[in-house]
């Protein structure tokens, strides 16, 4: 169970940009969040995912509030999250190739030996050929390098998915196919989601249950943007 | 008349060169450039690294009987005001300069980047502290605090080496902290911190690789400074022992025989100082050019 109870959160403590949301998501449930852009859905996506420490509020996970942020939370609560950015470009890491981006968490948790069976494995249920895999993120279409970064959201398989906008400069094909993916892997895993987005069709076919922004208790009257 | 011609053609040539051949042109001379800059640099260091353990200098010797002879054949650059061999004492002196100018840059490097990248990780407050002291150590001219430094130590290698070190270091901390704060907010820090990696990982796997390019550089385009600064201190007689050959201490002894009509022991060292410098930053220029090719700035000299 993941629960956002009441959460403050922004970049200047005057002016939050996420002001008092709660949000559930219960196991293996895959929840929609709809929202205007600029009206602070990314930064409460950050907050699910720890790495952004509200003003106020709690994060509750399976029934422990998380207390620690970004680099001090414990690592274990860390990497419970597979999250996946708006842009691909600017969420790889620009010298490692796609391989190594993909391996880049089994090598920080210390699980070398697993990466090339899991890196194979991945790259087959992303699409991406072995050519693709010895590029490096400029060499590579935006598309390809979001599945890259999807294989990697997967690679430690995360109980909780965190899709930030997965597919908004994506096209139709490219969409459908890495939602494909994410679903498989929900149903072998049972892994919750929180996706966020503004395409609403996409999200309503996607999701067992979509909420909207504004329907959250969040007050969106001064939007800013992120 | 057609020698006017010709030289109007000539000019009008010469002016169209910097537009019209900018695209080709500038390639083949960036090309030539760098050639010649590592072939003097490959040459200096060779010179330095083998004539003086062949041909070790007695910084005592004195032929009083020779002395101020003009270049010849014996004495390819001639002699000082007391006999000695300037072409020799000038290779032992680059040799001192080259020393203290790459170890000063490394160690100032590493003092830049150390203060640079402590400034930009920690952030807020004490970023604010720390580069307020940068400040602070940048508002004092070099050569009056380098002075200050080497004052307070026996004449030497070293204290010349601390005192290069400790007045360079700032504008490294500067580029270092600025890159380090352009790269913190980027989300692949974010994707590496979900995946668990530890803040000593996303500092050495992540950070560390994106900054060193800038440091290198930085380090690279310190080396003609120290140089410089060395024999600036030396020329004041403040840097090594009087009797050690140092290109700055050549110039400043050469002064008095330059009144006399004596040329060459000031052109030498001089030349000294300036080929080696120069070849270094047009090396250096070429690396930014080819890493940060939107900033066509000027040789930092």
Redesign the interface.
Known sequence: MLELCDITAGYDRRTPVVRGISLTVAPGEAVGLLGPSGCGKSTLA?VA???HRPDAGTVILDGEPARRW??RAP?DL??A???L?Q?PR????P?LRLAELIA??LR??GRRREIPARVGELADRVGLGPELLARRPHEVSDGQLQRA?LA??L??RPPWLICDEMTAMLDASTTAALVAVVESYRRESGAGLLAVGHDRTLLTRWCDRTVRWAELGGSAERPRTR | MADAGNSLETYGGWRDAPGAGRAAGSRTGRALRVWVCAGLLVLIVLAVLVVPPLLPLDQQAVDLAAKLQPPSPAHPFGTDEVGRDLLLRCVHGLRVSLLVGVVAALAATVLGTAVGALAGALGGWSDRAVMRLVDLFSSVPHLLLGIFIVAMFRPGVWPVIVSVALTHWLSTARIVRAELLSLRS???L??????????R??AV??LL??VLPQAGLAAVLMVPHAIWHESALSFLGLGLPAHEASLGSMANAARGSLLAGAWWPTLFPGLFIIVPTLAVAGLAGAWRERTNPRRRSELML
């Open positions: 950050r995912a720890l790495l970004r680099h690592r860390r990497t999250f597979g999250v950015f842009q600017l969420s790889a890491d010298r880049e968490p920080a948790t970064c990697r959201a690679v430690l | 980027r989300p692949y974010d994707a590496a911190l979900t995946g668990g990696a530890s803040r990982r996303v796997r992540h690789p994106a």
